[in-house]
């Protein structure tokens, strides 16, 4: 077959999906001021990456046409390819940011594959489609060897190393087997790094110019050595305008430069924009689990069709830079994609209910608003009737996140399947447990109930999670422990999240210790060790301040604590961030019982008194010994500098905000 340029096609009615994302919407743009007499319908569910506001040069055009929706929908894409007579389909739509592949892969497979599968299938349905171009990425290749000058051809084996790129190229077989199979027209393309005006913070340069305006570190994962080629996004819609005119059915095409900038090196030039010394301005962080070295690509089939760069990297680079300091807020809130290591931030689930509407803009307006002000996240939380999942629900509200609460027993797998095909979540919260009533000595003489819960709920729970692909955050305790000879109390030295427990002095603790070492082996579960939970609520008999005021005698032991005020908000940050593994969820340092009574004192009530007993005598009055303990909270103050030491935190959150003397 010849790679030749033929007849240039002219389409009629583009269907373009993904419009409103950072590629698509220049595409867009691009087609709907150079050939007015095209048809443009445009096809976004407007997710995390996407926005409206990227297509407002579209809205006053008569051939443009908007469509909020999900190419997962088959009814909503056969629908449109009838009703709107579409002969021509530029497909976009994916989820692109690898590192958010590494923690929910799922969304990757669902959106990637399965949403370019329905596509396809329409098409063959329909009969309507001369032309469908595929977009896809470079990094379907795999890394190419630092040392060759040759790129990779498109007739090269597709090699992909991280979740996001192998459902690239999961796509790509589909779109193959389609044309070879069902006679399809397809084109498929293979971008390399595109850069520019509108694209969402979560990539390097927009991350790196964001942050450089913020003052803040521009953080580089690794040693910064990875190479990487970059195309302003002007070159690479005038690259799609060529493909879409001249391309060749069953063709291939890279569009790419073989100009290449280290990672570093894109790092200093920013810097060097703002006027920022680079050894001051640029951190290292950890890397990805796998981050290829180099992508290297032969741009010359693309070149005989009559494209070329023409945006030198200094002159795009500026023009991004001014761009994004004109505009700094046209994202809204990005802290989260800011992070070194963003987590899955934003993921929706594709919905047969979905939608669209025609251009118009009053309308437009009025649902961007509502898509624009959506935080995007969605949590399953289990532990209703609980304290922490109730605080878990108010924080949502506060926060404008939408929460709905598992109506399953943990231990029926079947229920928690409907929970989450009902609720279809991004994230989690299992703060659902047995801690008994009024304390953990009712575990003792409960312990078949402890278990069912525990234990057989709480991993039922993580493996429902990771068959669905889904983040689980699990409130555990650090009730697992007591000082010893290595951790001896007054001494500082805090049990670390690898340290394995021992203590097992009650049931209850027994279940946990039993869990924690089980549930490691779940990589999608972030367990979060929570201590003698205490709140700004003097009234809730489940705080642990309010539990030792109403005794009549307390013993007087150093333990680490949880201010749950200042660590439930960060449990859901942990969440935006795709934290995993475990993490002792408690404030720095140690804090007695006397000194909180004395603060309780100070603060509430100035006639307050209490009575101490030692050890012997309290095991007297209890059925099961208790744990007391200091967690080494190094690894969660790392990843949240401002968390307060516990005795700072209860001031503050807790006993300023009641001060009564």
Known sequence: MSAEPGPSYAPKNILLTGAAGFIASHVTSRLIKNYPNYKIVALDKLDYCSSFKNLQSCLNSSNFKFVKGDIGCADLVNYLLVAEDIDTIMHFAAQTHVDNSFGNSFEFTTNNIYGTHVLLEACKVTGRVKRFIHVSTDEVYGETDLETDIGNPEASQLLPTNPYSATKAGAEMLVMAYNRSYGLPTITTR?????????????????????????????IHGNGSNVRSYLYCEDVAEAFDVILHKGVIGHVYNIGTQKERGVLDVAEDICKLFGLDPKEAISFVQDRPFNDQRYFLDDQKLKKLGWDE?????????????????????????????????GVSMITQSSDDAWFFQYGHTRLTREFSVSNGSSGLKFLIYGRTGWLGGLLGKLCEDQGIVYEYGKGRLEDRKSLLEDIRRVRPSHVFNAAGVTGRPNVDWCESHKVETIRTNVVGTLTLADVCKDQGLLMINFATGCIFEYDKEHPQGSCIGFKEEDKPNFTGSFYSKTKAMVEELIIEYKNVCTLRVRMPISSDLSNPRNFITKISRYNKVVNIPNSMTVLDELLPISIEMARRNCSGIWNFTNPGVISHNEILEMYRDYIDPKFTWVNFNLEEQAKVIVAPRSNNELDASKLKNEFPELLSIKDSIIKYVFEPNKKT
């Open 310 to 342: 023409r945006t030198s990297w200094e002159d795009g680079l500026k023009m991004t830079m001014e761009w994004y300091t004109k505009n700094p807020n046209w994202w809204g809130d990005v802290s989260s994609a800011l992070h070194p290591h963003p």
């Open 191 to 219: 971008g390399n790094n595109v850069y520019g005006p509108n694209q969402y913070p979560e990539k390097l340069i927009p991350k790196f110019i964001l942050l450089a305006m913020k003052g803040e570190k521009l953080p």
